[in-house]
């Protein structure tokens, strides 16, 4: 990966693109560290080494150099592949790793969308200075930090006179207890009940001294576990028995806790599929289908570089993802209108039973196409029409809210 000579924000899609091909993201990290020792003022030196760091996994090193970036300016700018810029999209952010945000950049690659990244805070939620722009999205994941960010922006937004992609007060939607709360009597949707759980409950769980049957109202095991606020697996683990549990306190520090039924959504071979299906405006478009032997999947781990087979399986998915939409429409329709979010992502699955199980919903999943297309041509051809959907979203919200001025 190269740079820019003139060191421009870079985002972090080209550091993704590296690491899923396999480049060494710690020699281009030094490389950066170089360029901004020998650069000190430049912000954008500074915001892009942090994204390399994030991605390495290095957080609290990254949170580090992106305060430092922070404290030097707070707007970072990806111009448009294509000139003139056909659309600006002006995208609030709050300071942290890359869970904390849409990562929108990853889904607009080439395209003729500027994205213009503005970290905001409490303090100052929306600058005075704010550049012209044809629409906002408001990025910001559900933290303890962004919480009160949120809320501050609620009243400002509310007749904010460009067009605003998901709400802030709609986004403490996609947390999990209020997400599992939200979609619960869905026909055709299942969703696990997701119950907050401390450290002191888990220990009396495991010592007999209480209960989940008796503490929670459907609960048995087996269990799925996973800490508050966690993401990409971290954490999670599937606990069949009261004995497994001092066990995972051991290896886990945090305090509390989710706890969840584990449901079976193995199909009728014996494998696991986990689907990724992002809902713009409404619309569903797939985005991955992972096949593994383990009921955990990442699909980066999910072996779909390595079988053929696999990767038949997902083309069959996104192929024939006109069928699966209109089996799930129901459900799929209720997530969009009870979450109120314009464009978030859905993890599930299909149950033996017909059903649609959500593991999770989110406007701060990864969405991209780069996979090699040597392994993965279909992935250019499916993620190019969730590109292009979420670019005709744009531009409709453009012409609608030009229409509504001319009124």
């Not at 421009?8 to 950066?32: E, H, N, T, W, Y």
Request: proline share 6%; with cysteine; aromatic share 8%.
């Amino acid at each position: 990966m190269t740079l820019h000579p003139e060191h421009d924000f870079i985002g972090l899609a080209p550091f993704l693109r590296l690491s899923i091909a396999g480049g060494d993201l710690r020699q281009v990290a030094q490389v950066l560290l170089e360029q901004a020792r020998q650069d000190q003022d430049n912000p954008n030196l500074w915001m892009n080494l942090a994204t390399a760091f994030f991605t390495l996994g290095e957080r609290d090193l990254g949170l580090t150099i992106q305060s430092q970036a922070l404290q030097m300016q707070r707007r970072y700018t990806l111009p448009a592949r294509r000139q003139p810029a056909r659309s600006r999209l002006l995208v609030l952010l709050n300071a942290g790793d890359l869970a904390e945000n849409t990562p929108i950049d990853c889904l607009l690659e080439d395209s003729d969308v500027e994205l213009i990244y503005q970290y905001i805070s409490a303090a100052e939620p929306l600058p005075a200075d704010l550049p012209e722009h044809d629409a906002v999205l408001v990025g910001l994941s559900v933290t303890d930090t962004s919480q009160p960010i949120l809320d501050a922006l609620v009243p400002l937004l509310a007749h904010w006179p460009k067009p605003v992609i998901n709400a802030p007060q709609h986004i403490p939607n996609v947390e999990r207890e209020a997400a599992s709360a939200l979609l619960q009597g869905v026909p055709g949707l299942l969703i696990p009940a997701t119950w907050p759980v401390d450290r002191s409950a888990l220990a009396a769980f495991a010592d007999g001294s209480r209960s989940i049957e008796d503490s929670f109202p459907g609960g048995r095991f087996p269990v799925i576990l996973r800490p508050t606020g966690s993401h990409g697996g971290h954490g999670l683990a599937r606990i069949d028995s009261a004995a497994e549990i001092d066990a995972y306190l051991a290896a886990e520090p945090e305090n509390s806790f989710y706890l969840s039924n584990f449901i079976d959504y193995s199909g009728s071979d014996g494998l696991f599929r986990k689907l990724r299906v992002a809902l713009i405006d409404g619309q569903p478009l797939p985005c991955h289908m992972g096949v593994s032997s383990h009921w955990m999947i990442h699909y980066l781990n999910a072996g779909m570089y390595e079988d053929a087979a696999k990767r038949a399986a997902e083309l069959a998915f996104m192929e024939g993802f006109a069928g699966f939409a209109a089996r799930h429409a129901t459900a799929l329709d209720a997530i969009h209108r009870r979450s109120g979010l314009d464009y978030l992502c859905i993890d599930c699955a299909e149950t033996r039973d017909g059903e649609l199980l959500i593991f999770e919903i989110d406007h701060a999943m990864v969405v991209h196409a780069m996979d090699p297309e040597e392994l993965f041509p279909y992935k250019q051809v499916h993620m190019l029409k969730v590109k292009q959907a979420f670019e005709d979203y744009l531009y409709r919200l453009q012409v609608q809210s030009a229409a509504s001025v001319r009124r």
